[in-house]
Nanobody
């Protein structure tokens, strides 16, 4: 069993910054990729940023130059640094961990953390 937990959401003014963290616990996971997604009310969940085991990083066009995804050396925590936040960044942010537990592929989601950008 793999448990994914996001933290760091909150309320911030436009132009401000927040840093989100994603931690996986439980069974050890051989990571393939970790992604940050978000979902605003009435919209579909969308990919914000992802990083894979080879170090490749992808960003949604809407966050390029403002958001940075990173990880610690042991893949214990994956971060999403969000700068110059806009009202349209308001959403629930989810962490997705893809990898193998033993030799079984898995796709694990956290419960989400709310990010609200408002004055």
């Amino acid at each position: 069993q793999v448990h994914v937990v996001e933290s760091g959401g909150g309320l911030v003014q436009p132009g401000g910054s927040l840093s989100l963290s994603c931690e996986a616990s439980g069974s050890p996971v051989r990571i393939v990729a970790v992604g940050w997604y978000r979902q605003a009310p009435g919209t579909e969940r969308e990919l914000v940023a992802s990083i894979n085991s080879g170090g490749s990083i992808t960003y949604a066009d809407s966050v390029k130059g403002r958001f940075t995804i990173s990880r610690d050396r042991g893949w214990n925590t994956v971060y999403l640094q969000m700068n110059t936040l806009k009202s349209e960044d308001t959403a629930v942010y989810y962490c997705n961990v893809r990898g193998y537990v033993d030799f079984t592929p898995g796709d694990y989601w956290g419960q989400g953390t709310q990010v609200t950008v408002s004055s």
